[in-house]
T-cell receptor
Framework: EDKVVQSPLSLVVHEGDTVTLNCSYE??????LLWYKQEKKAPTFLFML????IEKKSGRLSSILDKKELFSILNITATQTGDSAIYLC??????????FGAGTRLTVKP | NAGVTQTPKFQVLKTGQSMTLQCAQD?????MSWYRQDPGMGLRLIHY???????DQGEVPNGYNVSRSTTEDFPLRLLSAAPSQTSVYFC???????????FGPGTRLLVL
């Protein structure tokens, strides 16, 4: 069965900490892996990864994909309270399928 | 550009009632999708469309119908609402050949 598993499901840190969020997957005909950030409403796009070992970076956020071991990590350095959100991992596979993980709820305390 | 819009924002239904959740996008995207989000379960794909006149089932299609008569609109119909359909519903669109989806603000549905 196709699945996407995120860990941890919940994480509480203090401002300035570095966090690593994990996403593993098992799907047929993998196309890409995407990370989204969801605050109060709609998810917003962070990164798309298609190739192993190539880091995507945007400010304090970075992500990398390992297609051999079937996982991705999202790193956030020097966390801020504005980073508090649910982080969603999604995998595109087959022709048009998309499967999301359950998400990691990150809380950053001042 | 308004992006992806959804109406209503919130709806309460009684068991057995029917309703239509509206979704529209003004980006001329070929692909449109409907997801439901439940606590602890992420987003699950209900139905999707790859273009006007073409729809297909996702992971959890039972109890829902869709149609795509125009590129812009992709309504989701609940035929006979059940409490298990209480959820937050998101519509999303993307351009053909691209994976990045743009999400609407969501519709919160409560079925009593």
């Amino acid at each position: 069965e196709d699945k996407v598993v995120q860990s941890p499901l919940s994480l509480v840190v203090h401002e300035g900490d570095t966090v690593t969020l994990n996403c593993s997957y098992e799907v047929t005909n993998f196309r890409s892996l995407l990370w989204y950030k969801q605050e109060k409403k709609a998810p917003t796009f962070l990164f798309m990864l298609t190739s192993s070992g190539i880091e995507k970076k945007s400010g304090r956020l970075s992500s990398i994909l390992d297609k051999k071991e079937l996982f991705s990590i999202l790193n956030i350095t020097a966390t801020q309270t504005g980073d508090s959100a649910i982080y969603l991992c999604a995998v595109a596979y087959n022709n048009n399928d998309m499967r999301f993980g359950a998400g990691t709820r990150l809380t950053v305390k001042p | 550009n308004a992006g992806v819009t959804q109406t209503p924002k919130f709806q309460v239904l009684k068991t057995g009632q029917s309703m239509t959740l509206q979704c529209a996008q003004d980006m001329n995207h070929e692909y449109m999708s409907w997801y439901r989000q439940d606590p602890g379960m992420g987003l699950r794909l209900i139905h999707y469309s790859v273009g006007a006149g073409i729809t297909d089932q996702g992971e959890v299609p039972n109890g829902y119908n869709v149609s795509r008569s125009t590129t812009e609109d992709f309504p989701l119909r609940l035929l006979s609402a059940a409490p298990s359909q209480t959820s937050v519903y998101f519509c999303a669109s993307r351009r053909g050949g691209q994976e990045t989806q743009y999400f609407g603000p969501g519709t919160r549905l409560l079925v009593l």
